[in-house]
């Protein structure tokens, strides 16, 4: 996985949405943190958040792991 890309993207996303990142941790059920962690490239996200996400936003995971947003 590309972390610099899904990185970006997650970024994308939320701002998109007008979520702050307690926001967005709530909506996937995950803690703040967590989200700042994978925005800020310290780890690398496991595949049910990016599976979350993408159910919640309505995109497909494939775009927020290997599409430029």
Do not use: T
């Not at 958040?49 to 430029?68: E, G, P, V, W």
């Amino acid at each position: 996985m590309d972390i610099d890309l899904i990185a970006d993207n997650l970024i994308k996303i939320r701002k998109k949405h007008k979520l702050k990142r307690s926001d967005l941790g709530k909506l996937i059920n995950y803690a703040q943190s967590s989200v700042w962690n994978y925005e800020n490239k310290v780890c690398e996200p496991k595949l049910c958040y990016i599976y979350r996400i993408s159910k919640q936003f309505n995109i497909s995971i494939d775009d927020i792991l290997n599409k430029k947003l």
